[in-house]
């Protein structure tokens, strides 16, 4: 069961696009016929995409851009696609810098904060919430002329968030999951729509690496984001913003996509656990 995305000649700005989630979302889009500015540090898995899209018929809708995010210059990369490609009008903030940055045995040896140096922490605060929050500023603009867009930010299971052994990677997905739910309110009635997709669970990527104690025929597929995506995409996801979506909670065998979209969607970041503050009127 696939949801038919509305408007597929729009153009789609993909960060981490090289390898797992990432390629196969792009493969993905380029299949429905939008135009996909593929963002990403690895070249050769850059070219890699290339050559897949070359041996179909969707390589003139594909355009690569190497870019380390750790040293991103938002409104020169954002300039560039637009150059090239035209208005983005989806942003795909799906780029994520893990735990094998610390070291690659961590799920068997998780390693505490304090061994984590400032290095390590700037990079990954750089990759996993800097650049959502500069190239969604990028883009935003263009898409709030146009009354349309969709931003959708690949975040991280809340547990992963607040696991011990998981710093830097959890908090910064965490400052990534809170901005998107203020990007959602403030983009309120412009017709830009803020979302948060993750599969539910570890994931058959890259970012595991081989050494991980997993048979990784039994990891979440990459695959299953794309009936949620392309759902998130589509006409009857026009008013839908400010949630997360589990992409292993979407029931593929359900009579439509909106009925899927129900059991797989929950309040973005803390809603449903959060106090709210006390806070005074306004004087007038």
């Not at 989806?90 to 904060?113: C, E, S, V």
């Not at 058959?204 to 990891?219: C, H, Q, S």
């Not at 996801?237 to 439509?256: H, I, M, Q, S, Y």
Request: hydrophobic share 45%.
């Amino acid at each position: 069961m696939e949801a038919v995305a509305a408007r597929p000649s729009r153009v789609v700005a993909v960060t981490g696009a090289a390898n797992g989630l990432g390629k196969h979302m792009v493969l993905c889009l380029l299949a429905h016929g939008f135009r996909v500015a593929a963002i990403d540090r690895d070249t050769a898995g850059l070219t890699t995409l290339q050559r897949i899209a070359a041996e179909s018929t969707v390589a003139n809708r594909l355009y690569t851009f190497p870019q380390d995010l750790k040293k991103l210059d938002a409104p020169s990369l954002v300039e560039q696609i637009e150059r090239d490609l035209g208005v983005v009008s989806i942003l795909i903030n799906n780029a994520g810098l893990g735990q094998t940055q610390i070291r690659a045995d961590y799920h068997r040896n998780p390693p505490k904060f304090y061994e984590v140096s400032d290095a390590q922490w700037l990079d990954a605060s750089a990759v996993n919430a800097n650049a959502v929050f500069s190239l969604s500023r990028a883009v935003v603009h263009s898409m709030i002329r146009q009354g349309w867009g969709r931003i959708i930010n690949i975040t991280t299971s809340l547990g992963t968030m607040i696991r011990g052994g998981y710093c830097p990677y959890g908090p910064t997905k965490a400052a990534a999951e809170a901005l998107s739910a203020v990007m959602a309110q403030d983009l309120l009635g412009t017709g830009v729509t803020v979302n948060v997709l993750i599969p539910g669970g570890v994931a058959n990527t890259p970012m595991i690496p081989n050494v991980a104690p997993f048979d990784r025929e039994a990891l979440i597929q990459p695959e299953i984001m794309i009936a949620p995506l392309l759902w998130l995409l589509s006409e009857d996801a026009d008013g839908v913003t400010g949630e997360r979506f589990l992409a292993n909670k979407w029931k593929l065998d359900a009579p439509v996509a909106s009925v899927a979209a129900i059991e797989a969607r929950a309040p973005i970041g803390w809603r449903d656990l959060a106090v709210l503050p006390v806070t005074p009127k306004f004087n007038t």
